[in-house]
């Protein structure tokens, strides 16, 4: 086809759809044939080579020039303004526009902040690119991050918030309120590293939307200032002198008891005037006994009554104890809205003053339980800096002085106690050092424990004890270890990370430097066995150190109320004996009627002879890691033994459930479990 039927075909087409279809058309394409006779259109057309200059009066180069592009001065009809050669200037080309504004959106307010965290929350609980609950629960609290970054006081109604919608609790405002928990999940949402191991961790342990996070891989190097000796300094030599050593862990008092109120509710902590149960609100179905109950903590009569019943059970009405171990926790288990510095400081002035006054001379080494601060379980690490890293120092000032004002705390302990969590070591002039660790600081339940949790000492307090077990070593001096949170059993009431490294720490040092390490927490008569190479090889030849879980003053939960005494070896500082005395509860409610008898407290067992009887061990030989190892494997061929230490762990209480079948092996496998890491 020519090019001038191409043309004419084009004008053709251009009038159809100009005019549409009818006369029009006809008109339009008469036309262009009339043209077509009369015209020729060229089939190519070569442009001259130089630049119509006549387009622009004003030129920024020289427009004729073929070694550049023409520049022409252009002007903006609407604004009136030439547009700069800076522009268009292919030598020099912007590479970031400063002059045009580039607009954001309002800053938002703290109250819009909060609308739009709870609504993305809400959002990415329903998205389901989030695939799994972990993921969904650790994007969420990236939004609760930065919600407590930019606006903190609204943290708390976040929290508040999102309680209610996804119905986490009954009663949100006394648990998660500005006066509660409210501030501290703030601070730990700000500081975490929640989208990681923290966000993980928070997500496994409180809400249990992710698996737990492993174990994270310990780098010992340059931990320890000296490798352990090889061969180890000979042992101390027994003295054949006996020391008698008190252990009273958990006494709970309750001020707050009220005699005849529900013992067997369905409300909380029971004893309470306002608690009750469910199938009778008004009337009490069990009267609260006024020396206390199953269900209950210990009222001022059951301490007074222990502490008056044990100088005459143990002979030490004239002499007292060498000392005395007081394993944490003083307050009763109120909840959180009840909670109060007062209601803390209170406690301690009573208690103390009552150990003092009716144990005798002997001084009193205590540590700190998850239910000595305000609130409960918490204490935060001086890492996080400033005001935040010493919003506990109420606390340590407080008990320290204490401590100090009984006479229980040397000089030289005070200050580094008041500073360091009242944790300290005091050196006696028999030569055992006793060291009290805040083991808040590895409890699952503080929340603080949730940053940079991937660490195991953030709070310092375990570079302390290794700082402290190495000056023990370096003087040939043995060392006591007591604290409140068991470090192993069964693993569910400390973290992970920090009790692996204590484990490896106990490893360090024993069996020369540590003879014993105390806890409490548990309520329950336990112990522990802590081995060589973190537990790889399990035997009576590994065995290193133990550790002893005293029974609580506190009946609550279900266990009758109990203490423990030590024959203590003077030179080695082991463990010869121990005792251990209970008192019945469910005998309490009898003594209501009456004021001639109080509580009964009597003898519940000697450990040697409850355990060792098939065990070749000498009379006056240590009841230490290795006979506790041959003690565990006596109870895997013997059920009778494990029956008897069940009895024993519930102070022999008629509601202590018995422990057959599996339940043996993974006891035995509790006793060999000295971190939460192996349990």
Not at 176 to 185: A, C, E, R, W
Not at 390 to 418: C, I, M, N
Not at 626 to 643: A, C, F, I, S
Request: with cysteine; charged share 15%.
């Amino acid at each position: 086809m020519s090019v001038k039927i191409r043309y004419f075909l084009g004008l053709a087409t251009l009038a159809w759809s100009h005019y549409g279809q009818g006369s029009e058309f006809v008109l339009a394409a008469s036309a262009v044939q009339n043209s077509a006779t009369t015209s020729t259109v060229p089939s190519s057309y070569a442009v001259p080579g130089a630049f119509p200059t006549s387009l622009y009066s004003h030129y920024y180069n020289n427009p004729t020039a073929t070694s550049a592009q023409p520049q022409p001065v252009i002007s903006d009809p609407v604004t009136h303004e030439i547009f700069p050669f800076s522009l268009t200037d292919p030598q020099n080309i912007p590479q970031n526009d400063t002059v045009d504004p580039h607009p954001l959106p309002p800053q938002a307010s703290s109250q819009q902040l909060l609308q739009q965290a709870v609504a993305q929350i809400k959002s990415i609980a329903v998205n389901p690119m989030f695939t799994t609950s972990c993921a969904r629960c650790q994007a969420s609290l990236e939004v609760a991050k930065f919600l407590a970054l930019a606006a903190p006081e609204q943290g708390t109604n976040l929290a508040l918030t999102l309680c209610e919608y996804f119905d986490y609790s009954s009663s949100c405002e006394k648990n998660y309120g500005p006066l509660v928990l409210g501030p501290i999940l703030t601070q730990v949402a700000s500081f975490a590293d929640v989208g990681g191991y923290d966000g993980q961790s928070i997500c496994s342990e409180f809400l249990g939307l992710c698996p737990a996070p492993t174990t994270t891989t310990l780098n010992l190097t340059g931990w320890f200032a000296k490798p352990k000796p090889n061969p180890l300094p000979p042992p101390k030599q027994p003295s054949g002198q006996l020391m008698k050593v008190l252990h009273l862990s958990d006494l709970h008092i309750d001020s707050r008891y009220a005699n005849g109120a529900e013992a067997n509710c369905t409300s909380g902590l029971c004893c309470r005037d306002n608690a009750y149960n469910s199938l009778s609100p008004e009337t009490p179905l069990f009267p609260a006994p006024r020396y206390g109950s199953f269900l209950c903590d210990a009222p001022y009569s059951l301490i007074t009554s222990i502490l008056e019943a044990i100088p005459p059970l143990t002979g030490t009405e004239s002499t007292g104890f060498d000392f005395t171990l007081f394993t944490g926790d003083l307050l009763a288990h109120d909840p959180d809205n009840q909670q109060s510095r007062a209601m803390t400081e209170y406690s301690e002035v009573v208690l103390y003053d009552l150990l003092k006054r009716m144990l005798g001379s002997g001084p009193t080494y205590a540590t700190l339980g998850n239910h000595d601060t305000c609130l409960p379980d918490q204490a935060s690490p001086s890492s996080l800096g400033g005001a935040l890293g010493q919003q506990f120092s109420w606390l340590y000032d407080h008990v320290t002085a204490l401590w100090e004002q009984k006479g229980w705390l040397p000089e030289a302990s005070v200050e580094f106690s008041r500073a360091h969590y009242a944790a300290y070591m005091v050196k006696r002039a028999d030569g055992l050092r006793v060291i009290s660790l805040d083991t808040n600081l590895w409890y699952r339940s503080n929340y603080f424990n949730y940053i940079n949790s991937s660490e195991p000492d953030v709070s310092g307090i375990l570079r302390f004890l290794t700082d402290e077990l190495q000056d023990a070593e370096d003087a040939g001096d043995r060392v006591w270890i007591i604290g409140h949170v068991v470090s192993g059993w069964d693993g569910s009431n400390s973290l992970p990370n920090p009790t692996n490294l204590f484990y490896q720490i106990v490893d360090r040092f024993s069996p020369h430097v540590i003879a014993n390490i105390f806890w409490g927490h548990t309520h329950e008569d336990q112990l522990s066995i802590y081995y060589a190479n973190n537990g790889t090889n399990i035997s009576a030849e590994t065995a290193q150190a133990v550790s002893w879980t005293g029974p609580s003053v506190t009946p609550l939960t279900n266990l009758n109320s109990g203490f423990r005494v030590y024959e203590i070896d003077s030179a080695t500082f082991e463990v010869v004996d121990a005792y251990t005395w209970k008192s019945y509860v469910n005998d309490y409610p009898a003594l209501d009627s009456q004021t001639q008898f109080g509580p009964t407290f009597e003898f519940e067992y000697n450990t040697r002879e409850a355990y060792g009887g098939n065990i070749t061990w000498g009379a006056t030989d240590p009841l230490n890691a290795t006979w506790w190892h041959l003690v565990t494997e006596q109870m895997e061929v013997d059920p009778t033994l494990m029956e008897a230490f069940n009895s024993y762990q519930g102070k022999g209480s008629v509601l202590t459930p018995p422990c057959t079948g599996e339940c043996i092996p993974a006891r035995i496998c509790y006793i060999r479990s000295g971190s939460a890491s192996i349990a």
